[in-house]
């Protein structure tokens, strides 16, 4: 059945590094590709030549040729490609690789997040874990996406983005755009982006695990550790990005006490112990 939209994040879409990377043209472009990806007969490939591809766009081909300099679009033009691996996760075990796409012949084009993203919502709901012994059958609902990529929607699969600036099948969960921490799977995988917020509950996990305490969670703290991932290519679930959050603010308590208190006009030197 040919699905007639998938689901485009703007998150994922303007914090995607490589694609940041791009000129403005290139990036008109890559949507452009992404909608023929979409009507493929193999969702998110391409088995056309860049001329081909340009041709059937009216694009220039140097944008398509930044594409894949960049890094957003996958594939080769001749010769052999590399075959495309997904390694399903289940909290932070790895499971059993699967080979989505097989070493072939180019010309082909792709991409990883639509492809990954397509082979989880067609085998979504086999298995609570790594897609294995349930005997449910497949979600057949026709949910897309776009968006790299790219960092983890919600009930998407926990797929590291891979920065083609697609999202959801489209990224990818495969990494995933979320507008709402309280709402995404916890093992799902996506980069930090703008406006991120630790759920309650990973919080507070995280805190009692630690022994940190809630009040050293300042709006002022989240937004720093916020800023210093949003453009770093790093991917984690929502559980890790709090893990990593609470070890910041243990970090800047410890140097906080290890740094000398400046000298009070007012200071009680009895009370403190000092002899003069």
């Not at 490609?81 to 499971?95: D, Q, T, V």
């Not at 609570?128 to 699969?157: M, V, Y």
């Not at 495969?174 to 919080?203: C, K, Y």
């Not at 243990?250 to 009370?271: C, F, G, L």
Request: glycine share 10%.
């Amino acid at each position: 059945m040919k699905r007639p939209s998938f689901q485009f994040y703007p998150a994922d879409w303007r914090n995607n590094a490589k694609l940041r990377r791009c000129s403005w043209e290139a990036r008109g472009v890559w949507i452009e590709v992404m909608g023929l990806m979409h009507d493929s007969d193999k969702y998110g490939v391409l088995r056309w030549s860049l001329k081909e591809i340009a041709q059937a766009l009216g694009a220039p081909m140097k944008a398509l040729k930044e594409l894949v300099e960049k890094g957003v679009l996958y594939g080769v033009e001749k010769g052999g490609c590399e075959p495309l691996i997904y390694i399903p996760m289940s909290g932070r075990k790895p499971g059993p690789a699967v080979e989505l796409l097989s070493a072939e012949q180019g010309p082909i084009w792709f991409s990883p997040r639509m492809v990954r993203d397509e082979y989880v919502r067609t085998h979504r709901g086999t298995s609570s874990r790594f897609g294995a012994g349930s005997g449910d059958n497949p979600d057949p609902s026709p949910k897309g996406g776009l968006g790299e990529s790219n960092g983890e929607a919600p009930k998407q699969s926990p797929i590291a983005r891979q920065g083609d600036g697609s999202t959801s099948s489209p990224s990818s969960s495969s990494s995933p755009s979320v507008a709402n921490a309280t709402s995404v799977d916890a093992r799902q995988r996506f980069e930090m982006f703008e406006g991120w917020q630790p759920d309650e509950m990973s919080l507070t996990t995280q805190l009692r695990a630690s022994g940190v305490p809630s009040s050293a969670i300042t709006e002022e703290l989240v937004a720093e550790f916020a800023a210093y991932w949003l453009n770093r290519s790093v991917a984690d679930n929502q559980g890790g990005w709090c893990h990593r959050l609470v070890q910041h603010a243990k970090r800047q308590a410890v140097r906080a006490a290890a740094a000398p208190r400046a000298a009070s006009p007012t200071a009680d030197w009895a009370a403190e112990e000092v002899i003069l």
